[in-house]
């Protein structure tokens, strides 16, 4: 007697992310964000950055520029972002949560060496956006995921960003548009000599992206001011997107009141529509209360001294600034955090400490 046991493949969903206008808007934390409240309505999330720049990975890069390297439990130096997603998801990350386009070129190099291509000539089309779709598809399989979260670092237009951009229109073509979507988070900046916000740099960065091929299915557009019907009219018409599907990203005074913001807006309800997959209830409670403490002022503060090399840039040593907030916030204390050049110990640390305490 002879028995077939069938296995029903996982069907993997994409989402796409990109950012349009100008960068650090945050496309980190909103992947991050869509990626907790799907997870907390039972999906299987799996994010993944690529970065268009030719670095192997961020190790060799210096922090004041490019922030801090965040190490992964197996070892490997990323983008900070892949901090992001582990705070919001919970859930360790490795090496194949991360690609840039210098492992891109280096395993597509080093194949020419081995005379892997047969001595066909190397191209952007096919070879590299293959290397870029093969990466994605091999995690998603790896890991059993209901969704893949890809982010992509940069701007819409960004010369290094072409290749990224055209693996991403090749997936969602050969997915089809009811597995795989696009996100595009963009700026709508404010003049206070008019006192108004405007969308026409978003509507000429969704105009760059659709002369890429690419049609965006959700905008979600942050502002540090309330948006109008009008403004959503105007980027519902001239980017082509669905009225529903244009959404506030108001700057909060805390990335962990994010959640709730983006879960009263239905962001993941329109994402799950866009993708056909069943809307479940997504219990955020635990963020609430983070959020609530976080903005309280009520808290009484504690002062910490943390000694550093790199002064310039805040998301140098971000996931210790994180380390710091979370464990005082549980304790119901508000951080304080005081940078010490580390160059100044050698004349004392007594300045540097009585300006912390005077912060009090």
């Known amino acids: 007697m002879i028995f077939l046991i069938f296995s029903e493949d996982i069907v993997t969903k994409y989402i796409f992310v990109m950012g349009g206008v100008c960068s650090s808007l945050g496309k980190g ?28 990975d961020p190790g060799t890069m210096s922090p004041e520029r490019h922030g801090e390297v965040f190490v992964t439990e197996d070892g490997s130096e990323t983008d900070l972002d892949l901090g992001h997603y582990e705070r919001f998801l919970d859930q360790p990350l490795c090496k194949g949560s991360t690609l840039t386009m210098g492992r891109v070129y280096q395993q597509l190099l080093q194949g020419e060496r081995d005379g892997v291509y047969l001595g066909r000539d190397i191209q952007v089309v096919p070879h590299v956006t293959n290397v870029i779709k093969e990466h994605i598809r091999r995690e998603s399989a790896e890991h059993k995921a209901d969704i893949t ?32 979507i696009s996100i595009v988070l963009t700026l709508l900046p404010y003049l206070k000599s008019s006192g108004e ?27 540090d001011y309330p948006m109008g019907e009008s403004h959503i009219d105007k980027i519902a018409l001239f980017c082509n997107v669905d009225k529903k599907a244009v959404l506030p990203a ?16 239905g962001v993941h309800n329109i994402v799950l529509e866009k993708l056909g997959l069943e ?38 040593y971000l996931s210790v600034h994180e380390a710091i907030k979370s464990a005082a916030y549980s304790l119901g204390k508000r951080p304080i955090i005081t940078h010490i050049n580390a160059v100044k110990l050698e004349e004392g640390v007594g300045e540097e400490w009585e300006k912390m305490k005077a912060q009090d």
């Open 197 to 223: 916000l405007k969308t026409k740099p978003t509507q000429v960065a969704m105009r760059t992206l659709q002369g890429m091929g690419i049609v965006p299915d959700i905008v979600l557009a942050r502002s």
């Open 29 to 56: 934390i909103a992947s991050a964000t869509i990626g907790l409240l799907v997870k907390r309505m039972g999906y299987t999330v799996l994010p993944i950055k690529i970065d268009p720049y030719l670095n192997v």
């Open 279 to 316: 809307k479940k209830d997504t219990d955020i409670t635990d963020f609430k209360k983070l959020s609530d403490t976080v903005t309280s002022d009520s808290l009484p503060s504690v002062h910490v001294g943390m000694v550093i090399k790199y002064g310039e840039l805040d998301d140098a």
């Open 149 to 180: 979260i890809v982010e992509l670092g940069g701007t819409i237009g960004d010369i290094e960003g072409p290749a990224c951009t055209e693996a991403i229109r090749q997936m969602i073509q050969e997915e089809g548009r009811e597995h795989a």
């Open 250 to 265: 108001y700057t909060l005074s805390s990335i962990y009141s994010i959640p709730e913001a983006f879960k009263k807006h």
